[in-house]
């Protein structure tokens, strides 16, 4: 299974965080920037687990960059299956 890129728009500490991270899904990507901002206010993991839960719109992910498998692996960004 092939990771995307995904973005996350956080609300946290009266701050707006946007972060980046690869992911094979949204809830991955939403755990791992939950704890990279649990890092970074220094608090545990689950209280910034907790606040973005989904009861309240306070985050929002989307995928940024999205990757599929083909025979070689990767996707070429340009659109074309031959390397140059």
């Known amino acids: 299974m092939t990771k995307n890129l995904y973005r996350g728009a956080f609300s946290y500490s009266h701050e707006a965080h946007i972060l980046y991270t690869y992911a094979h899904s949204k809830e991955q990507a939403r755990v791992i920037m939950c704890r990279r901002l649990a890092k970074k206010h220094d608090v545990h993991p689950a209280t910034v687990l907790r606040m973005f839960n989904g009861a309240k719109p306070n985050f929002e992910i ?11 692996g990767w996707k070429n960004p340009r659109g074309s299956g031959k390397v140059k």
Not at 62 to 72: I, L, S
């Open 62 to 72: 989307t995928v940024e960059v999205e990757y599929h498998d083909n025979n070689c």
